[in-house]
């Protein structure tokens, strides 16, 4: 039958992950979690689907098809794929966008951000999560339970990872036991990255955030006294943080660690659209530049301390990144040599010669925290770094690999 609306005739494929799959298969999901449905598509289809940009009709995408593989293709084929895609919501189409302004809406009417991700990336009853957050501390690995007592008030900035609490637990475990010892900050604010397409560099909230330990409230002064020194509206991307897992996860150990609630967060997303350090020198850029003075000039007066928290990952590496290599013991040594080249930079507090790395390298190592990181080292007041730890997640079945460390930055 054939499909009622006429803006699926030329139809649009929104801003989906595809990852490779078993049996030659290409797995397409919503990153903003609009829907939760997975599709899998053999590489005809998968083809097929690539051409769904709003610019191609369906007879369009036919010829197209029978000019690459020499087949007929049926328009009922592709309605049926078109179909499929729209009840999925990964198409941009007015099922689409009665979802999203619902989901808009409902997100607006709430003051505190959901924990979206308990249950799938952590536990989400209130007892199993504190014995699985201890077991990281307390594993062979781990650095053993932290003291929450009497710390040394050294720490300006922390890095720590933002990938799924399974693989990068221990490095988590590490990062925050080095915070608990050096903080004494009462204001946390936690750069995180939003990994899906935005409008702005930076995307406030003033939402505390929930945990299954409970709620971690946000500095409502300290983001206010935020935004009414900046030019641009920072919030206009704020639907961003409903699903973004980066500043959640360092939410959920500040949470187990500070169970009393008494501590605040600042929570930030930073653009990871590679056109906005790839493109030019960010000292030019205007948005950039009206955000960062911002921020200074609230951090310049407190009178209380403040620290940084940037959850990011290092370096994304293999076939589900579009790289056709293969992990082996030599590539990942590899891996790790030029993750030491950046980490060096990093930890010398060489904002600029860490983006002059990744610009001279087109970001081929797809290194997802690259905006956080370096916002970090333009506002950053510190003396002394150390390394806590370098780790490396392998994805046999995917042959991929991401790289996260965790990093500390003191003012002696």
């Given amino acids: 039958m054939?499909?009622?609306?006429?803006?699926?005739?030329?139809?649009?494929?929104?801003?989906?992950?595809?990852?490779?799959?078993?049996?030659?298969?290409?797995?397409?999901?919503?990153?903003?979690?609009?829907?939760?449905?997975?599709?899998f598509l053999p590489q005809e289809a998968f083809y097929i689907v690539t051409l769904f940009d709003g610019n191609h009709s369906i007879l369009d995408i036919q010829e197209a098809y029978t000019r690459r593989f020499g087949d007929l293709l049926f328009s009922d084929k592709v309605r049926e794929l078109i179909d499929k895609l729209d009840s999925c919501l990964l198409l941009e189409s007015d099922r689409f966008h009665e979802v999203r302004n619902r989901v808009i809406k409902e997100f607006n009417r709430e003051k505190v951000r959901p924990a979206t991700h308990a249950g799938a990336a952590y536990e989400e009853k209130e007892d199993k999560l504190r014995e699985q957050i201890k077991g990281l501390f307390e594993s062979p690995e781990g650095p053993g339970l932290p003291v929450v007592e009497n710390?040394?008030?050294?720490?300006?900035?922390?890095?720590?990872?933002?990938?799924?609490?399974?693989?990068?637990?221990?490095?988590?475990?590490?990062?925050?036991?080095?915070?608990?010892?050096?903080?004494?900050?009462?204001?946390?604010?936690?750069?995180?990255?939003?990994?899906?397409?935005?409008?702005?560099?930076?995307?406030?909230?003033?939402?505390?955030?929930?945990?299954?330990?409970?709620?971690?409230?946000?500095?409502?002064?300290?983001?206010?006294?935020?935004?009414?020194r900046v030019k641009t509206n920072f919030f206009e991307d704020e639907l961003v943080h409903r699903n973004e897992h980066s500043i959640e996860f360092q939410v959920l150990f500040l949470r187990y660690l500070y169970d009393k609630n008494d501590i605040k967060?600042?929570?930030?997303?930073?653009?990871?659209?590679?056109?906005?350090?790839?493109?030019?020198?960010?000292?030019?850029?205007?948005?950039?530049?009206?955000?960062?003075?911002?921020?200074?000039?609230?951090?310049?007066?407190?009178?209380?301390?403040?620290?940084?928290?940037?959850?990011?990952?290092l370096s994304h590496l293999g076939q589900r990144f579009g790289q056709n290599i293969t992990i082996d013991d030599t590539f990942l040594a590899w891996a790790k040599e030029k993750d030491t080249e950046m980490i060096k930079l990093i930890l010398e507090r060489d904002a600029e010669g860490f983006m002059g790395l990744i610009q001279g390298e087109k970001d081929s190592r797809n290194v997802c925290g690259v905006?956080?990181?370096?916002?970090?080292?333009?506002?950053?007041?510190?003396?002394?770094?150390?390394?806590?730890?370098?780790?490396q997640a392998v994805e046999d079945q995917t042959q991929s690999v991401v790289t996260f460390m965790g990093a500390g930055f003191y003012d002696g």
């Fill in 2 to 39: 054939e499909n009622e609306n006429k803006d699926l005739e030329y139809p649009k494929l929104r801003p989906v992950e595809a990852v490779p799959a078993q049996q030659n298969m290409i797995c397409l999901r919503d990153p903003q979690g609009f829907s939760d449905k997975l599709v």
């Fill in 151 to 228: 710390p040394s008030g050294r720490l300006r900035g922390l890095i720590a990872p933002h990938i799924d609490v399974k693989r990068g637990g221990v490095c988590f475990a590490h990062s925050y036991n080095e915070y608990v010892k050096e903080s004494s900050a009462k204001t946390v604010i936690i750069l995180g990255i939003a990994h899906i397409q935005t409008k702005r560099r930076f995307v406030l909230t003033q939402k505390d955030f929930a945990t299954p330990l409970g709620v971690m409230q946000a500095d409502h002064d300290f983001i206010d006294g935020l935004s009414g």
């Fill in 265 to 313: 967060i600042v929570p930030i997303l930073c653009s990871a659209r590679e056109q906005d350090y790839l493109g030019g020198p960010l000292e030019e850029d205007g948005e950039f530049q009206d955000f960062i003075g911002g921020l200074r000039e609230v951090i310049s007066e407190r009178t209380d301390e403040v620290c940084f928290i940037a959850g990011v990952d």
């Fill in 371 to 391: 905006p956080a990181i370096y916002t970090m080292l333009k506002v950053l007041d510190a003396k002394s770094s150390k390394l806590i730890r370098y780790d």
